[in-house]
């Protein structure tokens, strides 16, 4: 009888300081400063975190693929939005290696902001990728980035297309019309 009660004894102490053990790795998540609802574990040195909870923080989209055992998660790309004479527009742009680009119908509406004459005619042709100013016509290549046609500035700027000041700390298009 003494050494079931020992048994059962070793096995209460076993479970219980295997509980300790398991509460001494416990991690606690925080996101901005403010302890986040999900916990996190210590195991063999490595911190493990709900990979949903980490994925729709940051937020992604997180689905189960239970026939293939796996984890589908998805981001949507964060777009840049230019601002144009300090003003927030719903424009994106994408600066890359020193070279500012947009797409190209936002493109158009900087050549007319840089000619604001009425009798001025711009036409892109998007067939070729070239713009037409009266009778002036230049050539523009074309990079795709998301889905987007996007045509440099910079180039638009050595053509005397566009003339502008670039701020990009602000992501600010300065626009210094033609006189």
């Not at 219980?16 to 991690?27: H, S, T």
């Not at 911190?47 to 940051?58: A, G, I, N, Q």
């Not at 927030?88 to 936002?106: H, I, Q």
Request: charged share 20%; proline share 4%; net charge neutral.
């Amino acid at each position: 009888m003494r050494i079931k009660y020992a048994v059962i004894a070793a096995l209460g102490l076993l479970l219980l300081g295997a509980g300790f053990c398991l509460a001494a790795n416990d991690v606690t998540i925080y996101v901005n400063g403010q302890p986040a609802e999900a916990k996190g574990i210590l195991i063999d040195g490595k911190t493990m975190v709900p990979v949903r909870f980490v994925s729709e923080t940051l937020g992604a989209k997180v689905n189960w693929d239970g026939t293939l055992n796996r984890v589908l998660i998805t981001t949507e790309p964060k777009m840049n939005l230019i601002k144009l004479n300090g003003e927030a527009t719903t424009w994106p742009y994408w600066y890359e290696n020193g070279v500012l680009y947009m797409e190209y119908r936002d493109a158009v509406q900087i050549v007319r902001e840089c000619h604001p004459h009425p009798s001025y005619v711009i036409t892109y042709y998007k067939d070729n990728n070239a713009m037409a100013i009266d009778s002036k016509r230049v050539e523009l290549s074309t990079i795709k980035r998301d889905g987007y046609t996007l045509l440099s500035l910079n180039q638009m700027l050595r053509e005397d297309l566009v003339n502008y000041e670039w701020d990009e700390k602000n992501a600010n298009l300065i626009i210094k019309p033609f006189k």
